[in-house]
């Protein structure tokens, strides 16, 4: 099985900065491929906000391109969110794309329980 644990997640003010964490752990023979961030707010759909494959190709949503930036050290994986603004606030969701067994065949798509970000005016 694989885990994943996000940290980072606060209080912000319009214009300001945090840098949220996630880090994959796992037991017997994993390997972890594709991670992303999601977002979601009552009410709403989850929304992907950045995602970067195993090739390090990474993807942003359009609202937050220029000022989100995605990155990823092995299997932990980082969301580095500059100049935020109150629409940025919701519960930050990690994922990944995992492979498990003694021959990596079962495929795993692993939530993190989230991390909540709040921006104010």
């Known amino acids: 099985q694989v885990q994943l644990a996000e940290s980072g997640g606060g209080s912000a003010r319009t214009g300001g900065s945090l840098m949220l964490s996630c880090a994959a752990s796992g037991s017997g023979n994993y390997k972890v491929y594709d991670m992303s961030w999601y977002r979601q707010t009552s009410g709403k759909e989850r929304e992907l906000v950045a995602a970067?494959?195993?090739?390090?190709e990474v993807t942003y949503e359009e609202s937050v391109k220029g000022r989100f930036t995605i990155s990823r050290d092995q299997d932990w994986l980082y969301l580095q969110m500059d100049r935020l603004m109150p629409e940025d606030s919701a519960v930050y969701y990690c994922?990944?794309?995992?492979?498990?067994?003694?021959?990596?065949?079962?495929?795993?798509?692993?939530w993190g329980p989230g991390t909540e970000v709040i921006v104010s005016s």
């Open positions: 994922n990944a794309v995992a492979r498990t067994g003694p021959w990596l065949t079962q495929v795993l798509n692993v």
């Open positions: 970067i494959d195993w090739r390090d």
